[in-house]
């Protein structure tokens, strides 16, 4: 079998499982197609590419962890090189209306070019790109619902950090998260591929652990160690790899904790960008700002997620 079909049957999903064993369950994604697509439209500079590809991985996990028809947005502003990171995830219902079946990924970064090229050479961790600042998760679920919303200042050496601190203060459950993002080789020349991997320790009570499997407190926290030692032994390669299913990587990890591997949800690249909404967003400015706007007569926006250029004649907002 080729890569490329590989990367096709392997990649682009999120792949949830749990440990029953050991009380803790969690999930996987490996992007392919979707991430390339988003980076290489943007042409960013390889470390602001690696940031938002991991942005991006996260934003696919927790995403998929709605069981609604919404939208997840990962946000993080911050007052270093780069300023900011944003991705959302918008849930895709099954054929019923109401089963989500996976979702489409779009993100975009800002960054200062002169305080990107300052930084000395070699690997860049989040405080020296992004600086100070905070990271946001939000979900909404319509106009009939109250958005949710958890902030976790923009702490750690990794977004994986800011996520571990995200369930930690705002969920109050214990998780652990592996994230990567880099720039391979492949059939058809280098490209960018990412993955991540969460894994969650269950309440003792309640949830989805069966009360006949149930340990003493001792035995979870030997548990939720273990879970949390096997994921710290996952190399990045492995993550990456497309000739490596996600059912492969997650028995390597955990072969000896009947782990039940449930349907992967398909992820795929996606904008909501369109010509009627950004022309409400133009008619929003005054006038004046209009005409500024304005070149020989017609405004030209731009999609800062999907790159689209969209035209509009000034006459038409008079």
Known sequence: ????????????????????????????????????????????????????????????????????EGIFTLQAKGD????????DFVTAPGSDGAVSIGGTLRGYAKYDVEKLAALSDGSHDLKTLMGGGYLAFTLDQGDFTDRYQGIVDLDGQSLDDCARAYFRNSEQIAA??????ALVSGAHGMH????????????????????ATAHTEEERLENWDYA???????????????R????????????????????????TFGCRCSEQRLALV???????ERIEMAKDGEITA????????????LADFM
């Open 1 to 68: 079998m080729s890569e490329q079909s590989d990367a096709l049957t392997f990649s682009d999903v999120v792949v949830p499982f749990v440990l029953e064993k050991r009380g803790v369950n969690g999930r996987v994604t490996r992007l392919d197609a979707v991430v390339d697509t988003i980076l290489t439209r943007h042409d960013y500079p390889r470390t602001v590419s690696t940031l938002l590809g991991e942005a991006l991985a996260i934003t696919a996990l927790l995403g998929s962890l709605m069981k609604f």
């Open 80 to 87: 270093g090189p780069v300023s900011l990171l944003v991705c």
């Open 176 to 181: 652990d998260i592996k994230t990567r993002c």
């Open 192 to 211: 960018w591929r990412a993955g991540s991997l969460l894994v969650r320790h269950l309440p003792a009570i309640g949830g989805d652990i069966d009360p």
């Open 228 to 242: 949390r030692a096997m994921l710290t032994s996952l190399r990045a390669e492995e993550l990456l790899d497309p």
């Open 244 to 267: 490596l299913s996600l059912h492969d990587l997650l028995y390597r990890l955990y072969h000896d904790d009947d782990t039940r591997v449930y349907s992967p949800s398909h992820l």
């Open 282 to 288: 133009i008619g929003s400015f005054p006038p004046e």
């Open 302 to 313: 731009t999609c800062e997620f999907c790159k689209t250029d969209y035209k509009f004649k």
